[in-house]
DNA sequence: ATCCAGGATGTAT
DNA sequence: ATACATCATGGA
């Protein structure tokens, strides 16, 4: 075991573990207490989050400007890579555009950051995330784990990683089904088998510019405009990217109606624009975060 | 019981 | 290209 503790005092601006990860941005971290996702308690402080995947197990907990982690090697650069703490978020939110929604999206919850979680387990969550609530979406990520992710120790405590893509190649739809996906089982373990073959791959997508990179990841079964948005904002650092989804598709309405086009692409201009443009995928963040807190 | 959830797919036009 | 029905599951 191998263990550190980051000072978040060298970093741009805030940070805040909990609402970072129970967002509704990742469904890949688990709380160690055991406590339902989405409990909102506000006493996160001593709360140790967890997450495994590629024989590797991490842990990390927030006591105020020291971020604390243990974890089967040396994770440091993967922690500030995946929590976004390299992010300029002073920077970010300077530049969001200042109408009323945003502004008190952003100010309400200081320290919410990106995330870039691995590429395949984002994929497969949000495969997953598809006309489904959020706890739920969580739970079937950690179905997922027990299921067909292997055992893993740290400090005497065993844990499941996210399945790599053979692993959930391997899996039957009858299995997945049993599970608890529905109608995403064939999708999963269709998309499974395309990572898993290597003919569509993280680095093509990668090198693409965002809306061709969008195209491109729709070639995976059941990913559509919307969850091929979640993953390049949530694991590839397309920090432009707007998923629309219910939520946002409200605000249109009510806040942005001028953005309301006829098709995903069009609107995800207009509503990209009304964001900033460059870290618009932040700004959507906030806001779909107020909104599902507020009602 | 009926409705709905961070939508995508298959089919018909 | 665009419109529409359909797709499981569990919680309210």
Redesign the pocket.
Known sequence: MDSGTLSLSDIDGPFDLEVTIE???TYLWARADGRTYETHDGQSGDVWYWTAYNDQVIRVRQQGTRLEWEATDNVESTIVDQLGLSDDLDAIVESAPDDPLITEAVESYPGLRIVRDPFFPCLISFIC??????P??FKMQQSLRKAYGDPINLDGRTYRTFPKPSQLAGATETEL??L????RAP?VRQTAEMVASGRLTKDIILGQDYETARETL?E?????????D?VLL?SLGYLQAV?L????RTAIEEYYPGCSK??YAETSRALRSRFGGEFAGYV??YV?HHL?TQS
Do not use: E, H
Not at 129 to 134: D, F, I, N
Not at 180 to 183: C, K, M, R, T
């Open positions: 967002s509704g941005q995330s598809t006309q489904m609530r959020v739920r979406i089904r049993a608890g996906l529905g109608y999708y729709t995976f079964i059941g990913v559509g405009p919307k969850v091929a979640c949530f998923p989804d219910t939520w946002i006829n098709s959507q963040t779909f599902r």
